[in-house]
């Protein structure tokens, strides 16, 4: 470290970003400060730093910093930083999918559906939900108490009996008319007012209605409406949680286990308990829950909806994240640490969900840290870090696909995970795949030199494990541990043979906690590869099922896609929806629907 105090004593007392920088210029750390004289100078006159901090001032060369007009300004400066950089002492909270929501669409009869993404105006949109088991949860339950349709519309506009949950109870069946349209729009019109939590005046109104029906001697929708009311009550007890409150809110702790920190995220809306959900920081040791909690709220929240109140479960410095998030959410945006009465109830349950999934978090690890050395032990790989898997998957030689897996300290690795077309081979020549999945994975690492397997896993027998030798012999890449996982008798799980590169075989005992870990990541790239080879397969026969039909051009083709929402829309239309399509003329939509029957 080549820091000197004459450095020090030119920094600007003045808020902004510092960037701690390696020799190599690698950026290992972005922070925000007040003032950046008094916030640099801290590392160097501290003596009870974290082991995390000690360990990134022995790497650092230089510090570079950038002056800003406020304080808020910094802590946007320092998250773009971070998300761009990824600097490896910084706490990174990765999260890369939008949050789910809720939708009742602006159909004339209104569908129930799952959404992600930016819903459009006519539509109606609630939520964000924590995630999609609480979405589809809300869904189920909604459809018990005002049965709408959740069935796509292609699927709907070519109804003509009541599917099976119309006889279930679950769905008015209003694509064969067995609801008038005013009906169901007084249903869906009472879903969302459950959804924007005005569930106190919804059962009033009901009660209302069913004693209004009472009274008019009409006693079959008395008793219809009373048991909606029944289900409406269980609904609430399951999902829709009164809270006597109309607020919006979002309630962040942290807590720590075994060296494991876990921020939950607890969602209000409406005054209802919409879930929650738990996040692991990368490059947290060291780092206590204020910081973590810090990191996390800076990180997660910019480009997100943001509610009007945050509680928090540790005391941290709120005026520059209450500044940020004001400025991102459009309003006023208040950060509480300090609660009481419900508020610190839903503070006390999200400290519970994190500390809980930090001690099952740290359990994991510890386990799965406990087969990584019983694998390296009994493959004598005392440096046994990083395990790559690669699996062939096709059909019958069709749309073949290879995939490449990754397993790196304690966990399944899914930013390394690569998929590989392969082309210019026999169809249905595994062999031949292998060795060019190889060759493409591993090539720009001979050149570039790149991140390289302690141990390399091969589904498949002594073939594969030949092609997979031969292969890593062309590249240089001889050293590279190899291990074959040949499927046992029947393909039963537990005996499965390794087979090394040299022909030796072993079998390993089914409880061996080694075994185990070959087994998840084989099973990995197994359904990595299944998943790919499927979605490639499906685009390839979409294609090819409508271009074999004489007269349907890539016009036709992409007309009939947009109006029935893909192939099997297209598959279920009648000969006179066919030809509806613009450009369709009857004895065209006969001979296609010959063709797709």
Partial sequence: MSIDKDFLATLPTLPGVYRMIAVDETVLYVGKAKDLKKRVGSYFQKTDQSPRIKLMLKSVDHIDTTVTRTEAEALLLENNLIKGLKPRFNILFRDDKSYPYLLLTGHRMPRLAYFRGTPKKIDQAFGPYPNGYAVKESIQLLQKV?????????????????????????????????????????????????????????????????????????????????????????????????????????????????????VNLTMIRGGRHLGDRSFFPQHGDGATLAEALEAFIAQHYPGRPIPVRILVSEAIETDALETLLTQEAGHPVALQHRATGERRVWLTMAQTNARLSAEQKSGERAHQAARLLALAETLDLPQLKRIECFDISHTMGEATVASNVVYEGDDLKKSD????????????????????????????????????????????GKGQISSAVEAMTELGLSDVLLLGVAKGEARKPGLETLIFADGRELRLAKDHPGFHLIQQVRDEAHRFAITGHRAKRGKARLQSTLEDIPGIGPKRRKQL?????????????????????????????????????
């Fill in 561 to 597: 896609l947009e109006h029935f929402g893909g192939l099997q829309g297209v598959k279920s239309a009648g000969v006179d929806a066919l030809a509806s399509v613009n450009g369709i003329s009857r004895e065209l939509a006969e001979i296609l629907y010959n063709a797709l029957h």
């Fill in 417 to 460: 995970y690569r998929r590989y077309n392969i082309t210019g081979i026999t169809p249905g020549d595994d062999y031949a795949a292998m060795q060019v999945a190889l060759t493409k994975r591993f090539h720009t690492s001979v050149e570039d030199n790149g991140v390289l397997p302690d141990l390399l896993l091969i589904d498949g």
């Fill in 146 to 262: 005002f049965q709408l349709r959740t069935c796509e519309d292609t699927v709907f506009a070519n109804r003509s009996r009541p599917c099976l949950l119309h006889q279930i109870q679950r769905c008015n069946a209003p694509c064969v008319d067995k609801i008038s349209a005013d009906a169901y729009a007084r249903d869906v019109a009472a879903a969302a007012q459950l959804l924007h939590g005005e569930t106190s005046a919804l059962t009033e109104e009901i009660t209302t209605q069913m004693n209004a029906a009472a009274e008019q001697l009409d006693f079959e929708t008395a008793a219809h409406l009373r048991d909606r009311l029944r289900m409406l009550a269980t609904v609430r007890e399951k999902q829709f949680v009164e809270s006597g409150s109309e607020a919006d809110a979002d309630i962040v702790a942290a807590a720590e286990s075994g060296g494991v920190l876990a």
